[in-house]
């Protein structure tokens, strides 16, 4: 089985903070993905890694940056926390050219 | 503008009956259309994928229909149960160099005795 795993199910946060999200799969997939999900709005995505040490923007990429130094971590870093950016985040991965993505738990971040 | 779109935003029916959601999209060029169930607080997990040449396709209880003509697609779910209670989204992909793929906003399912 596929398992993809978030560093956090609940996160509370300041305006301002640096906050890191992190993602862990184990099942040697190359693609990797952050989502944000808001009521109403759907899955928005963020950022995406297609290898190591790649990254290509998403949708809304502002205010966040991404970093994949190893095949299996995928991490979303919200380099200055806003209001704005609270919201479920959801992780997911895929092998190859496979169209199914697995997802993680997902963090669910308050900025206060 | 790609765009997917589902209907009704949220259901409510008794342990036991049947009931359809649908999904209309605006995607181009269509490469498949995937059914996700996503049970709250947790990750939206895969029901079922289909390409463009397959028009319906089972996982259980579950039966999605795709018409590409009309852009039209159903998630059927039968005899359903308390733990059939999730969100349901459908995610159009596009048939694009990478994985670029559109979600609906979802259908909040609530199954009651």
């Known amino acids: 089985d596929v398992k993809v795993t978030q560093s956090s199910r609940y996160l509370v946060k300041r305006t301002g903070e640096k906050v890191f999200l992190e993602c862990v799969q184990d099942m040697d997939h190359e693609n990797m993905f952050w989502y944000r999900q808001d009521p109403g709005l759907g899955l928005r995505l963020i950022y995406f890694s297609y290898d190591v040490k790649m990254k290509e923007k998403g949708d809304i990429p502002e205010g966040y940056s991404v970093s994949r130094e190893k095949k299996e971590r995928f991490s979303l870093i919200l380099e200055s926390a806003s209001t704005n950016q609270t919201s479920m985040y959801l992780c997911?991965?895929?092998?190859?050219?496979?169209?199914?993505?697995?997802f993680g738990p997902g963090t669910r971040l308050t900025v206060t | 503008k790609n765009q997917v779109e589902q209907s009704p935003q949220s259901l409510i029916i008794l342990e036991g009956k049947n009931c359809t959601l649908q999904c209309n999209y605006t995607v181009s060029p269509f490469s498949n259309l995937r059914w996700y169930k996503q049970d709250t607080g947790r990750g939206p997990v895969s029901l079922t994928i289909?390409?463009?040449?397959?028009n319906t396709k089972s996982n259980g209880r579950y039966t999605a229909t795709l018409d590409a003509d009309t852009k039209q697609s159903s998630l059927h779910i039968t005899a359903s149960q308390l733990s059939d209670s999730a969100s349901y989204i459908c995610?159009?992909?596009?048939?694009?160099?990478?994985?670029?793929?559109?979600f609906g906003p979802g259908t909040s399912l609530s199954v009651i005795p």
């Open positions: 995610v159009v992909a596009l048939k694009t160099s990478y994985d670029k793929v559109i």
């Open positions: 289909m390409t463009f040449s397959e």
């Open positions: 997911a991965s895929t092998l190859g050219n496979s169209y199914e993505q697995y």
